[in-house]
């Protein structure tokens, strides 16, 4: 596994019609890397289609040219080049994989420790915190010149993939292409009020109704809970994608351990969202409920009332900070 800008470039000014696929769910570091690769394609005279399986999220929908993504139609290409971006093996292509059968050649940029190198021509560091920082290697080595619409879609996969260059993968090379980027002309002050500050009306009343249930419970009250009903989601005009994040209000509390969120689906179940500070972990107390995720962030969805399921998972959550 390794970067490989040079094989990708040459691919590229081989070819005439290049397709380039961002990942499922896409994020800020994915839709920042086929947008700029797109205007940099663009300016050295390609033909460029963008493709994602799911829509561009709306705090998004402001970067240029995004407009121009869509899931491939019937009678797609072909293509002479199919380049994924952000995209850590094909399952997370989605329906996209079925642009490879009219595609001449396959080649990738990613940065996934995992990535199986699944394309033709792969270009893939693992220890890169953003896609999009290879991105701007690969636009270096085509000759193509920074612009500042350029800018502002890789400062945003940049940014978006470091927690706003706070996560401990936010490397010196972020910081150096921030460099060229502000060189270029990127309006930061407004690209950051857009991606980290603005909020929606129907999450901050959700979240106003979350801030309210919150108590703290456990052994030295080390646990943040907050629960949100049905109601609560209908007062808000809110959805369950408004809830996500909410629950870190609870982690980053003073003398918080653990934080819990758990909030009524309209499917009827409960769904639970589990936080924990390193060292303490809570992927073990979700999988005892079927529950799945990471050792600091996991879910769980189960049946039963908000207040009985949320005093079951409580119950194990406490008796971990016990054990500690
Ligand atoms: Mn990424």
Do not use: W
């Not at 390609?46 to 994602?52: D, G, S």
């Not at 800018?151 to 706070?166: E, M, Q, V, W």
């Not at 292409?177 to 309006?187: H, I, R, T």
Request: aromatic residues 4%; proline residues 4%; charged residues 25%.
């Amino acid at each position: 596994m390794k970067r490989n800008p040079e094989a990708v470039a040459e691919a590229i000014r081989e070819a005439r019609s290049i397709a380039i696929v961002s990942h499922v769910n896409p994020d800020g570091d994915t839709i920042g890397c086929a947008a700029a690769m797109r205007l940099g394609l663009l300016s050295i005279g390609k033909e460029v289609a963008l493709f994602c399986e799911d829509p561009v999220p709306d705090n998004l929908a402001f970067l240029p040219g995004v407009c121009m993504f869509r899931t491939p139609g019937e009678n797609e290409g072909p293509f002479d080049l199919l380049l994924s971006v952000d995209v850590s093996d094909t399952g997370r292509m989605g329906t996209c994989e079925a642009l490879r059968k009219v595609s001449r050649k396959t080649a990738q940029i990613d940065h996934h420790g995992t990535n199986p190198e699944f394309m033709e021509i792969n270009s893939v560091d693992g220890n890169a915190p953003a896609a999009c920082l290879l991105v701007r290697e690969q636009l270096k080595v085509l000759g193509v010149e920074l612009t500042e619409d350029i800018a502002k879609c890789l400062y945003t996969g940049i940014s978006t993939d470091t927690g706003n260059f706070a996560f401990s993968t936010t490397s010196s090379e972020c910081f150096e292409v921030m460099s060229e980027l502000m060189q270029a002309g990127l309006p930061l002050a407004e690209l950051n009020r857009m991606l980290f500050r603005v909020k929606s009306r129907p999450h901050i009343k959700l979240l106003g109704r979350a801030l309210e249930s919150l108590t703290f419970r456990g052994y030295g009250q080390q646990i943040a809970v907050m629960k949100l009903t049905q109601k609560d989601f209908e007062d808000s005009g809110a959805t369950g994608q408004h809830a996500d994040t909410i629950v870190n209000y609870g982690l980053d509390t003073t003398g918080t351990t653990m934080a819990l969120l758990a909030r009524e689906a309209p499917c009827g179940m409960i769904k639970m969202s589990l936080r924990a500070k390193e060292p303490a972990r809570v992927d073990d107390v979700a999988q005892i409920f079927s529950g799945g995720g990471h050792e600091q962030a996991a879910g769980i969805t189960m049946q039963g009332t908000l207040e009985e399921a949320t005093e079951r998972v409580l119950a194990e959550m406490e008796r971990k900070i016990k054990a500690e």
